[in-house]
């Protein structure tokens, strides 16, 4: 049963456009939501969060908007660079005082191409 | 936030024997997590290490298959056993540090041959 789903295995956005990448979910214990981004060979990276009891979260170029009642959240890049080009997880954790495991998307590929 | 070290980075191994990936991180921590991503999916959860206590299981993963140590609050092992080539992944080590978000090790991706 996957609980978080990324439908869409890539995305190729031209340099200085938006990169807008969805993720979807089923389980409505879930109230805390995290975008993380992985190059090949590396750990992912943490990018951006987003608490079930806000819409919006905003940090430079990346910005996560959450529907709760469509229990959709998504993740914008403007404007996209080269260097963003990588692999994006989303993920989605009960918080109940921390040290809830995580669950993640299957990962979204962004390429940004000049 | 923390900063993980994890090793080896890659390795080649047979099939029947084992390995084990070590976890090192600058910062004392509560839990560390160990993940699996295998080729093309998602991460997926192995285990929950909390030191000085039993290692706790996702549902498809076994103690007799992924033994976890945890010596000490900067430190945990995953030890691959008894390995066949469908172990081969790449396997994460990640703690939680919530103004950063969980952090992640740059991972071991294991070939087992």
């Known amino acids: 049963d996957q609980q978080v789903k990324q439908n869409s295995p890539s995305l190729s956005v031209q340099e200085g456009r938006i990169s807008i990448l969805n993720c979807d979910y089923t389980n409505s214990m879930f109230d805390y939501f995290l975008w993380y981004k992985k190059y090949p060979a590396e750990g992912p990276t943490f990018l951006i969060s987003?608490?079930?009891?806000?819409d919006k979260n905003e940090d430079g170029r990346f910005t996560v908007f959450l529907n709760k009642s469509a229990k959709h959240l998504s993740l914008h890049i403007v404007p996209s660079q080269p260097g963003d080009s990588a692999v994006y997880f989303c993920a989605a954790t009960t918080y109940a005082g921390g040290g809830n495991k995580l669950t993640f998307g299957t990962g979204t590929q962004l390429k940004v191409e000049l | 936030s923390a900063v993980i070290s994890q090793k080896p980075s890659r390795d080649i191994c047979q099939r029947g024997t084992s390995l084990t990936i070590q976890c090192q991180v600058d910062s004392q921590v509560t839990m560390m997590f160990w993940y699996r991503q295998q080729p093309g999916q998602s991460l997926t959860l192995i285990a929950t290490a909390n030191q000085g206590s039993e290692a706790t299981y996702e549902s498809g993963f076994v103690i007799d298959k992924f033994p976890i140590s945890r010596p000490n609050l900067t430190f945990s092992t995953l030890t691959v056993s008894n390995m066949s080539p469908e172990d081969s992944s790449i396997y994460l080590c990640?703690?939680?540090?919530?103004?950063?978000?969980?952090?992640f090790g740059s991972g071991t991706r294991l070939t087992v041959v």
């Open positions: 990640s703690v939680e540090w919530w103004d950063y978000g969980y952090t």
């Open positions: 987003i608490s079930s009891i806000k």
